[in-house]
């Protein structure tokens, strides 16, 4: 499943012309809508009494023609989703959680957000999508359009995975550049049974396959038939790139071949290197083993040298001597404490009065509460 954004526009009446249409080459067939940002929004191919293409695009415009800023220069946003003709043929309900997912991660209509943009996915063909937006919330905010493709290609390869589609994002490094439709065409003119473009994978991926280096890896090209163009560094002359071209593919009335480059084949055949990389025939021989006397082979990365590093403990983790532990006394028990023949606990010992003369410069004791300084202290309990 891949994704791939086309260029922005202003007029969005003219783009849904064209989705609806026929197309440059009688190429659309049965075009509708699977979803939009309403899903009961009615199809102007299939009910056109109730909506019609003009209504449409007024409908997706009113947002735009209802910000009080500046307005984008360009507020179409368009996005086509595209399978592997090998895949099975996508049902519109599968179509429709596609597209929704597709405008929720760029940043077009979020999951739950009823104030996103307004958008809707067209169908009008058998292996693909066309998701057309307007960029302008509902609630007269410009949207956050930001890393749309990446996240959209992590969304691809999600569907990907769950329904069993053949890898096609550029985030999978194994995944292969699906033939454009001009190339379709052009195979079917001139009678081929698929595009050159498939033609060169499966050619380049076997020599790639097979090749011990990448003189090797050229070589086989050559002698499957195909031509090929080495790209040299300028500096040290080696070889960082290639590209091959079909026999009898060519462009501009014939006079020049239609060349691909590893990167526009696969994108781990960028370059001979990368495409030698899955053979094991090409990974360096491993390291011999260690024997009791052989040296210890030096890592990469800088390893620090156990003689010079300093193991300290924290200040906390010091191991100091604890003292030895004090004998603790037996514990009494309060039957213990108690005299014999009382069931009581003895009272601390009663503290005489001090009959001794105060010291000179001292101050007096305080006097009972119950008394005055003119008066003699009364008795506590009167006599009776």
Known sequence: MMPKKADSGETTVDLLDYLFGPGDRDEHTDPHIVTAWDPALPCPARIPGRMTLS??????????????????????????????????????????????EMVAVAGVAPHGDEHGCRWVAVRHAPDHIHIVATLARQDGRHPRIRGDIPNMHTAARTFETAWGLEPMSPLDETARRAPA????EK??????????????????????????DDTDFLTRLRDAGLR?????????????????????????????????????????????GSANATNPRSLPPPSPALTPGSAKPRPSWPVPDARRVRVTSPPWATSWPSPPPS?????????????????????????????????PGSRPPPAPWNTHPERPAAAAHPPS
Do not use: I, M
């Open 55 to 100: 209504v449409l695009g007024l409908l997706l415009d009113a947002p735009v023609d209802a910000l009080r800023g500046p307005r984008p220069a360009e507020h179409v946003w368009h996005v086509s989703v595209r399978n592997a003709p090998t895949d099975r043929t996508l049902t519109d309900t599968e179509w429709a959680t596609v597209a929704a």
């Open 181 to 184: 439709t001009g190339e379709k």
């Open 187 to 212: 195979a079917t003119r001139r009678g081929l049974t698929e595009p050159a473009r498939a033609t060169l994978q499966r050619t380049v991926r076997e020599a790639a396959a097979l090749a011990t």
């Open 228 to 272: 090929v163009r080495e790209h040299h560094n300028a500096t040290t002359g080696a070889v960082d790139g290639y590209a091959v071209a079909l026999p009898g593919d060519r462009a501009d009335h014939g006079s020049r071949p239609v060349w691909f480059s590893g990167r526009t084949l696969a994108y781990d055949l960028s370059r001979p």
């Open 327 to 359: 004998p603790r006394p037996p514990y009494a028990t309060r039957s213990a404490l108690r005299p014999p023949g009382s069931s009581r606990l003895p009272g601390p010992p009663a503290r005489a009065p001090s009959t001794a003369p105060p010291a």
